[in-house]
C-alpha cells in the first residue's frame, strides 16, 4: 500500500517505539501521527505529534483522524497493584474511546491492538487483566471497521536501542540480557522482538492476515 497513512498510539512505550522506528523506515508509509501524553524526542519529516492528556475529550482530535489508512494502539500499562476498575478503565475505557471515534471518522481503516499472550477471549477467566484483554479485543472486533486485528506478543525483547520504561521489565532485561538472543530463537512460539512486532503489523496492515488474532508465533510468521 503506497502512501499509506499511520496513527500511532503509545509511540513513547517500548512496543510502541518499535513500531515507530519500522514505520518511518518503510517507504510505503506516506505519515505517521502520533497520539499519545508525551512527546517521542523523535525528529522525522513524516511524524507528526498530538499531545493528548484527557483521553475522556478524545473526540476533540477527530478531525486530525480523518483519512487514515491504519490504527497501531500499542498503549498499555501493567496490571500489577492494580484494582479490576482501575486497570479496566486505563485498558478498556481508553481504548474504546480512542477506537469508537476512529470507526466513525476512519471506518476504511484497519485498526491492529496490542493485547498479550494468555488473553482471555472468553471474558469469565479467573485472571484479571487476560479477562479485562479479552473484554477489549472482543468489544474492538465487533467496531465497523475495515479490518482489526489483535496481536498477543509474549515476552517481547527490545531491540535498536529500545529500553522498557516500566522498571521491573528493565531490571529482567537487564539480569536475562544474554540469554534474550537464544530465547527468541529457541522459543518462537513465546518470544518477539520490538522490531518483528513493528514488521508484522505493518504487513498485516497492508495485506490483512488469515485470522483476526494473532498469537505470538503467528506475529513471528508474518
Not at 480523518?66 to 497501531?72: E, T
Not at 476512529?102 to 477471549?121: E, H, K
Not at 489483535?150 to 539480569?175: C, E, H, N, Q, W
Request: aromatic fraction near 10%; glycine fraction near 8%; hydrophobic fraction near 40%.
Amino acid at each position: 500500500m503506497i502512501g499509506m497513512k499511520v496513527v500511532l498510539f503509545g509511540a513513547t512505550g517500548m512496543v510502541g517505539q518499535g513500531v515507530l522506528r519500522e514505520c518511518l523506515a518503510d517507504p510505503e508509509v506516506e505519515s505517521v501521527l502520533s497520539i499519545g501524553r508525551n512527546r517521542t524526542d523523535r525528529q522525522h519529516p513524516k511524524l507528526r505529534e498530538v499531545i493528548q492528556t484527557d483521553f475522556v475529550d478524545f473526540p476533540a482530535v477527530a478531525p486530525e483522524l480523518r483519512g487514515c489508512d491504519a490504527c497501531f494502539f500499542c498503549l498499555g500499562v501493567s496490571s500489577a497493584g492494580m484494582s479490576e476498575e482501575r486497570y479496566r478503565r486505563v485498558t478498556y475505557d481508553l481504548t474504546m474511546t480512542a477506537a469508537q471515534t476512529l470507526a466513525r471518522v476512519s471506518p476504511d481503516m484497519t485498526f491492529i491492538y496490542v493485547s498479550g499472550m494468555g488473553t482471555d477471549s472468553s471474558e469469565h477467566g479467573r485472571t484479571m487483566w487476560a479477562r479485562v484483554k479479552g473484554q477489549t479485543e472482543n468489544a474492538l472486533l465487533r467496531l465497523p471497521f475495515k479490518a482489526a486485528y489483535m496481536f498477543r506478543p509474549g515476552l517481547i525483547v527490545p531491540l535498536d536501542g529500545i529500553r522498557s520504561k516500566t522498571r521491573l521489565y528493565s531490571m529482567f532485561y537487564a539480569a536475562a540480557g544474554p540469554l534474550i538472543p537464544w530465547l527468541y530463537a529457541r522459543f518462537p512460539k513465546y518470544v518477539t522482538t520490538t522490531r518483528q512486532i513493528g514488521l508484522a503489523m505493518l504487513t498485516v496492515a497492508k495485506r490483512g492476515a488469515p485470522a483476526a488474532v494473532l498469537e505470538n508465533a503467528d506475529i513471528n510468521r508474518v
